[in-house]
């Protein structure tokens, strides 16, 4: 596949889009020890928003809190406005697509029985999963890779048969856990530029970790960052930059404040650990 | 613009390449040419040094009874053969079916595993006379050691395994809303291969000595009792062939066992994975 340093249409502007993800005084606790601390945030319909935070604040656990792999002590969630913590019967597992901090494919599969995995679970069309799986491969870098398995991939290929898997399951809300932590500098440009395109095309609503200040600018609307533990929401900012957004904007005069005034809020955390705002 | 296939594709056919290497036969050809080099000076020094055969046979003298005594080797070997492959399926059988219960619920996790693990340090072999006295010289007892021998490397590996598996693949499935049973098809069992083919290889190695002390112990057949026979009437060179069969079949049964878990597991091994043709 090709990446093209300038895509032609703009990103669609979704500031007026109607609200997909509501988290209101989110608090969730281990053993009596509160990992995340009354955390507000919305997420409009194909907003692509970025969590920034110093590491072990809580980001991971306020997107599993989301997932619905861990339930929050206090607060409400709600999908498509839909309540569902505090629980209305059923369970929220299954409601959005959700990409865990490591690659998690299972070794034992290939590529494409991986990517298909959602299909499986839930006995939906196993067959036609797969054929929207090889239709994909060449847009996800993967042609002729369907049939091999993990370890026979490159680092970045990993990542999007990764991400083909969380495009596979079919839920408009992908929550991406640091998708390009463990890429090294280049292939994670590449793959930044690579995310910015597919969004681009898919239109899904992102909630997306990262420790990178950069990456953040580049991709996401709007950056949530959060202080340290317990990690509670300190600044949610609109990203002032155009798109397409392109790895060039990062010598641009605007990117160049927003990314210190993000690095200062960080630097504050690490500064003083814990301290409340 | 940036090919991203073609790129990784290079990187992927680098990797494929380097599989292509003679260690695989060289870490085969050093072993035997060693086992033959000391085959050839005990048969020369046995012959220089004119050593008695009641003492000392010379390898050729070992072949040479392997080969008159067939029938009689042969209807002992089907004994014991049949005694560890009977214990070993049963134990296989049981082993799992613990594992996965133990997995499966937590009760049995706080109940069985420690149980199991803690007697592990039980010496089996000890329980053998018992077993005599119980089930007299038939088969029965040598496979029942034979079943404790191997249970435990069985059990206790897979039900490792099956703790072992990878959380972020189990929060995974959760986070698509898999069943229990889902979790356990998908991530826990084939993750519990490796640990299963590692007890199962253990086991095979203890497998065919259990049955051989079984029938030192008491029997009227099988490749103990005849090493046992043959000592008491220094019938030396059938003794060396009673070892040489017994080292020959848990030899032969290690490697069958290893070979099935290369099946079972293509993927621990990357050069294979890598080699798998395309499908899509
Ligand atoms: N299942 C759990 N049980 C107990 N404590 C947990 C659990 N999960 C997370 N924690 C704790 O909660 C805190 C937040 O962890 P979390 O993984 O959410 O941080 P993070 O911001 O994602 O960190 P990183 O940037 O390193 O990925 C940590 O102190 C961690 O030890
Ligand atoms: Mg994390």
Redesign the interface.
Known sequence: ????KQTTEDAPHRAAAAVQLAVAGLTVSFDGVTAVRNVNLTVHQGEFVALLGPSGCGKSTLL?AI???VEPEAGTLRLDGETVVPANGA?R??R???M???D?L???R?V?ENAT??A???RSGRAAALERA?EL??RF??????????????G??RQ?AAFLRTVL?DREVLLLDEPFGALDALTRR?MQE?LLDLWNDLGHTILMVTHDVEEALLLADTVAVMTARPGTLKAVAPVELPRPRTADMTADQGFIEQKSQLLALLREELREPGSAP | MIDLARRDAAAVGNRRARQFDVRRLTSWLVPLALLSLTLVIWEAWVRIDDTPAWFMPSPSAVAEELWSSRALLWEHTWTTLQEVLLGYAIALLVGVTTALLIAYSPIAERTIYPLIVASQAIPIIALAPILLIWFGFGMTPKVIVVVLLCYFPIAVNMADGLRAADRDALNLLRSMGASRWQQMRIVRIPSSLPYLISGARIAAAVSVIGAIVGEWVGASSGLGYLMTRAASQFLTARLFATVAISAALGIALFVIVALVGRLLVPWADEGRGAQRVSRD
């Open positions: 596949m090709t990446i093209s599993n997932a619905g792999l369970s597992l299954g959005v697509a959700y865990p901090q490591r998690a299972l070794p034992w290939t494409l995995l959602s499986e679970v839930h090889r491969l060449p870098g993967l042609e002729g890779f369907g049939g091999h398995y993990p370890a026979a991939l490159s970045g290929m999007r399951t590449t690579w």
